[in-house]
């Protein structure tokens, strides 16, 4: 059992709302008095990946489970996966359309990002059936 | 040196977010892909761009930039300015371009 456990819908094709659910961890990681660097680290990785729910997953689930010594996130969606992980993992590589683009995501740097800001970091994907990545942020390790 | 007064040097008009303007203002960032800003901006940074949306100021409130500097009268979007005024993101506006601006703020904050 954490000491907090928190968990988000994250609606699909409407990226007016994606940024709520990581800003409310950062606001509760603050209260807690969590590491600035540690928050700010949560904080960018969960953003990264809402936009991914977003764009790709047609929504989803966010789960954090906040503990003192390390943050875990687990993004949960049912959209179509992730055919090749190793090749989505490049930096530069992004399948996301030109609306997408436009409004200056699709730059291929989403799970990079997340993967330099966490200490660590798992993806499980089965083409048509969703995919989960799952993250943890531990203070003062990076 | 505070964004506020930075601002004041710099000529920029404030957009949105006045409660930010104690933010301090500690290098610069430019750039429009997000996740390009996301990954490399620092925490305090003025970040310069063009891209004056409500996914900027998730950006900038969650990657902790000082202030965000809309350049060439890029305009801020009517949610991304209520967004702005509602988190405290400071957004300033100026008609010059990302290089001058940059400029401006090396001289200023040398």
Redesign the interface.
């Known amino acids: 059992m954490s000491m907090l456990h928190l968990e988000y819908q994250v609606p699909g094709d409407d990226?007016?709302r994606?940024?709520e659910a990581?800003?409310d961890v950062?606001h509760k990681l603050k209260k807690l008095g969590y590491e600035?660097d540690a928050i700010?680290r949560v904080?960018?990785a969960m953003?990264?990946g809402e936009?991914n729910l977003v764009i790709h997953g047609g929504g989803g689930v966010a789960i954090v489970d906040v503990d003192p010594d390390r943050v875990d996130i687990a993004l949960i969606d049912h959209g179509p996966g992730i055919p090749d992980v190793e090749q989505a993992m490049q930096a530069g590589w992004s399948t996301a359309p030109d609306n997408v683009r436009a409004?200056?995501?699709g730059?291929?740097?989403?799970l990079?990002?997340m993967k330099?800001y966490t200490d660590e970091m798992t993806i499980d994907s089965v083409v048509g059936e969703g995919t989960t990545v799952k993250m943890a942020v531990c203070p003062g390790r990076k | 040196m505070t964004v506020k007064e930075l601002a004041g040097i710099c000529g920029w008009r404030l957009l949105a977010g006045e409660d930010g303007q104690e933010n301090q203002a500690e290098g610069c960032y430019i750039g429009?892909?997000?996740?390009?800003v996301?990954?490399r901006a620092q925490?305090g940074d003025v970040w310069l761009t063009v891209?004056g949306?409500?996914?900027?100021i998730?950006?900038s409130?969650?990657?902790?930039t000082a202030c965000i500097v809309l350049c060439e009268d890029a305009a801020l979007d009517q949610?991304a300015a209520k967004r702005a005024e509602m988190?405290g993101i400071p957004v300033y506006g100026t008609g010059e371009n990302l290089y001058r601006t940059a400029i401006k703020v090396h001289d200023t904050l040398q």
Request: hydrophobic letters at 45%; aromatic letters at 8%; a negative charge.
């Open positions: 990226f007016t994606a940024g990581s800003g950062k600035p700010r904080a960018i953003y990264e936009i409004l200056g995501f730059a291929g740097m989403g990079p990002n330099k | 429009d892909l997000l996740s390009w996301m990954g925490s891209m949306n409500l996914n900027a998730a950006v409130a969650l990657a902790d949610d988190q």
